[in-house]
């Protein structure tokens, strides 16, 4: 249910709207605040007429397109990309354009859409408004400020109990001390503003005129209306470019972690060869100069292992045939 703040904001809303000329109002005549956000806030043909004469009014070329698109989803689709381009929405976000979201966010957005509206309905042709807005009353104290610059950092406060610690009154104690500090920070400041040689070397700002400052207000807006139509044709179609979409999921760092783990292991394989290598170089080296077999629980060489195998073949075949004596050893010393 919409509060009290959502009815002054919905009256405040027609009330724009009926200041900048809307055709689509006259013959309304609503006055509750209900039915104003009925309208600015339900979805109706109306609403998307009054949201398409607003884009129209903020984007010329947007007429020729209110007029010519009859559906009214591709028309929703023109609206939502001129928000995205005015960065008062997502170019996606169809709901706010028909009317079916939050009535505070509806409202919100057209009063951003209005104020653009009163922005570009001023008159910019001759710098008139600009000298008005730079002459006023208001804006007079900030003008002579950023003419005629002066080192005076203190707040107006803090100013006015300066001078008041001047004033033929006593002062109390407290303001004395204030006073004092404030004296001495001027000095140094002072000090400070005589070592800055490029402030003395400019000539002091001349007081302005008004005819030279009409003169650099026409300049300026010379300028801007330059810059329009280069906007148009170089400019905006980088600009209304979608950003880059970066994945948010965290495969790619889990498989950069395997892959370093993996990378990490070989690393540490490798680092044994050599150790491993040069163990087995060695115990090739004693198997190659010495040869050694068991036999019967002892270590024997290949030489004494011949022997005994000679020897045993010469018993047998004496066992066979006695006639025939057994190979003394010398004999087999030199057979083998």
């Known amino acids: 249910m919409a509060g009290p703040s959502t009815h002054l904001l919905a009256r405040r809303v027609y009330d724009s709207l009926q200041a900048a000329s809307c055709p689509l109002l006259p013959g309304l005549d609503l006055r509750e605040a209900d039915t104003m956000l009925q309208l600015l806030c339900s979805p109706s043909e109306l609403r998307s007429s009054i949201l398409a004469w607003i884009f129209s009014s903020i984007v010329p070329s947007f007429v020729s397109k209110a007029v010519s698109v009859k559906n009214p989803d591709v028309l929703t689709k023109e609206m939502a990309a001129v928000g995205e381009e005015l960065m008062l929405c997502r170019k996606d976000d169809f709901d706010l354009i028909r009317g079916n979201t939050s009535p505070l966010r509806q409202l919100c957005f057209l009063e951003q859409l209005l104020t653009l509206i009163s922005d570009t309905a001023k008159p910019c042709g001759s710098g008139e408004a600009l000298l008005s807005e730079l002459f006023a009353d208001e804006n007079l104290p900030h003008l002579r400020q950023m003419l005629e610059p002066a080192l005076n950092p203190w707040p107006v406060n803090i100013r006015a109990l300066h001078k008041s610690s001047r004033s033929p009154y006593k002062p109390r104690k407290e303001a004395g001390d204030v006073a004092a500090l404030l004296q001495k920070t001027q ?73 370093l783990q993996a990378c990490n292991t070989e690393l540490e394989m490798l680092s044994q060869v050599p150790e491993a290598s040069a163990c087995l170089e060695e115990e090739v080296k004693q198997l190659q100069t010495q040869p050694r077999y068991w036999s019967h629980g002892e270590k024997l060489t290949l030489a004494d292992q011949l022997k005994e195998f000679n020897r045993r073949i010469g018993v047998l075949l004496y066992q066979i045939s006695p006639e025939q004596a057994p190979p003394s050893p010398d004999k087999t010393d030199k057979q083998v």
């Open 187 to 259: 000095s140094e400041l002072e000090q400070l503003q005589s070592k800055c040689d490029f402030l003395h070397s400019q000539q002091k700002s001349p007081s302005f005129c008004a005819s030279s400052l009409r003169l650099a207000a026409g300049d300026l807006q010379q300028l801007m209306t330059t810059f329009c139509p280069v906007y148009e044709s170089n400019l905006k179609a980088h600009c209304s470019r979608e950003p880059p979409s970066f994945s948010t999921g965290t495969d790619i760092f889990q498989r950069v972690l395997q892959l």
